[in-house]
């Protein structure tokens, strides 16, 4: 019987389903159908498979050709499909032994004189051949994929001839490097907070933001070093760990980014335009890909700018802060992408950059630009710190370098250490079960509820605060959080306060 199977992986999101190839070779007029719900480039690879074939040496058989890639309700696309069927033809035609396919699954883009091509996304099929331990074909261009996930039974081949070689038991494909002693960490190159001049109390809130893993707002007029100030938070965050760099860089592989061994342990930092649209933060599109919160999983999601965003493409933000990942539905797939990122945010205080006395702007006006951030939205950062201009004199002054990254890193690190300890998830984690066990007196908490209520605050809000408030004491090693934790909290509100004064105007 002139049939063949062959195992290969498809694409959905960051998971891997298995995909079958079924060819089935059968008398009358020479054609080629594919089958099962192929997308067009997977329908072209009848054109790359039938050279590929030709001009590796094999014979491609003048036969009825049937391919079906099961399950027929899985979307397939992209030329990873390309290898696997041109295996099945061989097999189904005796160029090949059926047993050498048992247990090998097989991914990679053919070109017409039978090279093999790298694939974007691949990453996730070597994680799912790891789970369940089974041998991996693979091209020789992803070889940086398959190193970063360590797998020994993954095969790298360059062209077709290699492959039917080593199905033949003629020659052994070559391996990956086995010692990830390559990989190193994230080079030292992304700033100091000591080269900020100033700004103590949003360096503070910069420290606070980084042990605790709170949402910040700056907010501030032009030129105070707001952006400066929110790309040195990487300095202070700890690497991630290898399962966590693991997840990071399957989401990268589907994105079709390329994947920097340098940089494998470091926190992405993402910083999109904003003139960026929806899709392109949340993720979608016809074959549903992960958007900027996904790329910045585990890592800082900075808006610039953030007022001069669509107020829409803000508010779809406001779901995935709370739940840590984004579910994205079409009519072909319903995917879900993590996205548990850390909201770094920078903006001016009123359309023309100023307030107060030295402001052009009229109070409506700066109401109306404020607007364009809604209330729920606003609610979702911890903390709102005002950036203001620097006092004349302080930029010629020698006020010394201050502290570096490397030593408030170092209390970054103990308190997010304390913090997993005590409660197993950082503070900014915590639920409301968990705050009662946080270490607050209760006469504390009343003082806090009264200072919500006369500030308008909401419920989240009492909530956002207990949570700063603990992650101030851990940094100041201290087991409970006492009433001068709480107040310094109660400090970081500069966008409630900015909104106070403009309501008595």
């Excluded at 007029?29 to 050279?51: D, I, K, N, Q, W």
Aim: hydrophobic share 40%.
């Amino acid at each position: 019987m002139a049939i063949a199977r062959v195992a290969t992986r498809a694409a959905k999101g960051v998971d891997a389903p298995q995909v079958w190839v079924e060819a089935h070779l059968s008398n009358g007029l020479p054609a080629f159908t594919l089958v099962g719900l192929p997308e067009t480039s997977v329908r072209e690879a009848r054109e790359r498979v039938r050279s590929a074939i030709i001009n590796a040496g094999f014979e491609f058989p003048m036969r009825r050709i049937t391919i079906n890639l099961a399950p027929a309700d899985l979307p397939k696309q992209g030329g990873r499909y390309d290898l696997p069927i041109a295996i099945g033809i061989l097999a189904a035609s005796g160029q090949l032994p059926i047993k050498s396919l048992a247990g090998v699954e097989f991914v990679g883009e053919l070109a017409l004189s039978g090279e093999i091509r790298g694939c974007s996304g691949l990453l996730p099929v070597i994680i799912e051949a790891r789970k369940l331990g089974t041998q991996l074909i693979m091209p020789q261009d992803n070889r940086t994929d398959a190193e970063l996930v360590g797998y020994p039974q993954v095969q790298l081949a360059a062209h077709l001839q290699h492959i039917v070689a080593f199905l033949h038991g003629q020659q052994q494909l070559p391996g990956i490097n086995a010692s990830p002693e390559w990989i190193t960490p994230p080079p030292a190159g992304v700033g100091c907070l000591s080269e900020v001049i100033g700004q103590f109390q949003a360096k503070q809130a910069l420290e606070i933001a980084a042990a605790g893993n709170h949402n910040l707002l700056f907010l501030g007029p032009p030129g105070t070093g707001k952006s400066m100030l929110a790309s040195r938070i990487l300095s202070l965050l700890p690497t991630l760990d290898y399962e966590e760099a693991l997840q990071v860089s399957a989401i990268h592989s589907v994105a079709g980014m390329p994947l920097v061994p340098q940089q494998f342990f470091q926190r992405p930092f993402r910083s999109p335009h904003h003139t960026s649209s929806a899709i392109s933060l949340v993720g979608g599109g016809s074959v549903p890909k992960p958007g900027e919160i996904s790329l910045a999983h585990l890592g800082v999601l900075f808006l610039d700018e953030v007022a001069e965003f669509p107020r829409k493409v803000l508010d779809c933000l406001r779901e995935p802060m709370e739940t840590g990942e984004v579910v994205i539905s079409r009519a072909a797939a319903k995917l879900s992408f993590n996205a548990k990122f850390q909201l770094i945010a920078a903006m001016n205080p009123s359309p023309c950059g100023d307030s107060g006395p030295e402001s052009r702007a009229t109070p409506e006006q700066i109401r109306r630009y404020l607007s364009r951030l809604s209330g729920p939205f606003i609610d979702r950062f911890d903390l709102t710190v005002e950036v203001p201009k620097l006092p004349p004199g302080t930029l010629t002054a020698d006020s010394g370098d201050g502290e570096t990254s490397q030593t408030i890193a170092a209390r970054v690190a103990d308190a997010r250490l304390q913090q997993l300890q005590r409660a197993g998830k950082l503070n900014s984690e915590l639920s409301g079960s968990d705050l009662k066990q946080a270490g607050f007196a209760a006469a504390d908490l009343v003082f806090l509820e009264q200072s919500v209520t006369k500030l308008g605050l909401s419920v989240r809000s009492f909530h956002r605060l207990q949570r700063v408030a603990r992650t101030i004491a851990d940094l100041a090693q201290s087991p409970v959080v006492e009433r001068r934790h709480i107040a310094q909290a109660l400090g970081y509100r500069a966008m409630d306060r900015l909104l106070t004064n403009l309501s008595r105007q």
